[in-house]
């Protein structure tokens, strides 16, 4: 079975599991290929919120045993990975943005983009109260320029926050490597 014969619900049924969700996040972020080892460590590491190498040798068979027996022949059978059970290299197919809503976000190196928006209304508010008050250089003149500096910074932000959760768009611009 092929990744674009999938259906939703086959999707929903293959990325039900957390442990075949972080399998392919893993691979996402290793650039589609890995061997088994350092997944297993990573995917354990996950599960035990833990660094990797903090993984006790317990928690490591029990994620280790369960990718090769259970979940890395699903996703192989689904079409989503390509599995070598001999040499134990997994590679994760063409067209892995398909299964981007069905992973674990929280798994992503995650920006502060709250700060960033509170930083931008905060100077916005600190810029806009003088101006109505028509206190110092700023008068209700410059209120509008002001105002506009602002949504151009905001637009920015959001532009860029847009285009770094999507990989698609950081390859088309060259920034995939970053």
Not at 29 to 43: H, I, N, S
Not at 122 to 131: D, E, K, T
Not at 145 to 150: N, S
Not at 159 to 178: E, K, M, W, Y
Request: glycine share 6%; charged share 25%; proline share 6%.
């Amino acid at each position: 079975m092929s990744e674009s014969d999938l259906t939703q619900a086959e999707l929903f049924d293959v990325f039900s599991n957390a442990r075949r969700r972080h399998a392919v996040q893993y691979l996402k972020r290793t650039g589609g290929t890995c061997d088994l080892a350092p997944l297993v460590e990573q995917v354990a590491a996950w599960e035990n919120d833990t660094d990797p190498d903090d993984v006790t040798r317990t928690q490591r068979r029990r994620v280790y045993i369960s990718l090769y027996q259970t979940h890395l022949p699903m996703l192989e059978d689904h079409g989503i990975v390509d599995w070598d059970p001999d040499g134990h290299r997994i590679e994760l197919l063409p067209s892995e943005e398909r299964f981007d809503p069905y992973l674990d976000r929280h798994l992503e190196d995650q920006r502060p983009w709250q700060y960033l928006y509170g930083g931008v209304t905060v100077v916005g508010v600190i810029a806009v109260v003088p101006s109505i008050l028509a206190v110092g250089p700023l008068t209700t003149a410059a209120a509008p320029l002001v105002a506009l500096g602002l949504c151009l910074v905001v637009l920015g932000l959001a532009a860029v926050q847009h285009v770094s959760r999507r990989s698609d768009l950081r390859r088309s611009i060259g920034l995939a490597g970053r």
